[in-house]
C-alpha cells in the first residue's frame, strides 16, 4: 500500500530556512511524478513544486527562487528546501504522488493520487 508521511515542519521566522522531507513506501520516488501542496485554512490545495520521474520540476510563482523541490531515490525520499520564508509560506505542506500521465496536470491537486496527512509549518515571532 503507498504511504506517503512528511516530516520536518516546525516554526520559523520570515527569512528563514526549513527543509521538509516526505517518505515514501509501496511507490518508488524515480518511477513517481512527486510534489508538494500547501493549504492554509479557509483557502484550497495549491500546488507549490513538483518534480517528474527524469527530474523535470515545477514551481508556483509565488516561491521560484526560494524553494527546492529533490529527492533522493536511495532513500525513497522527497524533499522541499524552502528559504527566505515569508508569512505567507507558514501553512500546511503535503506530499503527493501519481504514477499515471494522462491528463495531467503539473501544479494541480487532482492530478495526484496519493497523499500525505500533511506537516505543518508555523510563523514565530
Known amino acids: 500500500q503507498v504511504q506517503l508521511v512528511e516530516s520536518g515542519g516546525a516554526s520559523v521566522q520570515t527569512g528563514g530556512s526549513l527543509r521538509i522531507s516526505c517518505l515514501a513506501s509501496?511507490?518508488?520516488?524515480?518511477?513517481?511524478?512527486m510534489g508538494w501542496f500547501r493549504q492554509a485554512p479557509g483557502k484550497g490545495r495549491e500546488g507549490v513544486a513538483t518534480?517528474?520521474?527524469?527530474?523535470?520540476?515545477y514551481y508556483h510563482d509565488s516561491v521560484k527562487g526560494r524553494f527546492t523541490i529533490s529527492r533522493d531515490n536511495a532513500d525513497n525520499t522527497l524533499f522541499l528546501q524552502m528559504t527566505r520564508l515569508k508569512p505567507e509560506d507558514t501553512v500546511v505542506y503535503y506530499c503527493a504522488a501519481e504514477v499515471l500521465t494522462r491528463g495531467f496536470s503539473w501544479l494541480s491537486p487532482s492530478s495526484f493520487s496519493y497523499w500525505g496527512e500533511g506537516t505543518q509549518v508555523t510563523f514565530s515571532s
Open positions: 509501496g511507490i518508488s520516488t524515480s518511477d513517481a511524478y
Open positions: 518534480i517528474s520521474p527524469i527530474r523535470t520540476t
